[in-house]
């Protein structure tokens, strides 16, 4: 494959010191995305957190734009900003969790947490590096995968790590109803009397 737009050197691959306005675009959606990324990982407000992660899970589907793959900028959309955040404020809200800022959300590992941190990024970007090193996307040409390319090899090679991620979210949404009627329960019963005080 090669990339139309990108400038083509003397020896006929593309060339990195002249990007393309998709390319800068490509670019400054990354950096968005890690740094809501990272304020993710990093506020103390579980609420806050999650609406950051809409935020980094939406400059995904950005950057799949960006490389023409609709189809799963758009299945990134609705199962993940779509699902996956609305399922993790309910678990929120079920299970009562602090709104404001919580200094329990901190265990105090930071130091061991970016070690692990920076060691996975590493990895993955130099699996991705490797693996992809000769390989060019031809922004300017047909798409290389249709909805119907796509949709049949995701359910007909990906189909169970598809349904596990469902029984997952469905497990996610029971565990949170469980936590949220065990509290209850530990509140104790109603003082006679009393219902209608606020």
């Not at 404020?89 to 920076?118: E, H, K, Q, Y």
Request: hydrophobic fraction near 60%.
């Amino acid at each position: 494959m090669t990339l139309a737009a990108a400038p083509v050197t003397a020896s006929g691959t593309p060339g990195f010191l002249s990007p393309t306005g998709v390319e800068i675009a490509f670019l400054l959606v990354g950096l968005v995305t890690l740094g809501a990324a990272l304020v993710t990982v990093t506020t103390r407000q579980l609420v806050h957190a999650a609406l950051w992660l809409v935020v980094a899970l939406g400059g995904l589907a950005v950057e799949y734009l960006l490389l023409t793959a609709e189809f799963i900028a758009w299945v990134q959309v609705l199962i993940y900003v779509g699902s996956v955040v609305v399922l993790l404020l309910f678990g929120l809200m079920l299970t009562r969790a602090p709104i404001g800022r919580s200094p329990d959300a901190d265990s105090g590992n930071r130091w061991a947490a970016l070690t692990v941190a920076v060691a996975a990024a590493v990895a993955l970007v130099w699996v991705v590096v490797d693996a992809f090193r000769t390989t060019w996307i031809d922004l300017g040409g047909p798409a290389a995968g249709t909805t119907e390319v796509t949709g049949a090899s995701l359910f007909r090679h990906w189909v169970l790590p598809f349904e596990a991620l469902s029984v997952l979210l469905l497990a996610a949404l029971v565990g949170a109803i469980v936590l949220s009627r065990k509290a209850k329960a530990d509140a104790g019963p109603a003082v006679p009397g009393k219902e209608g005080v606020r």
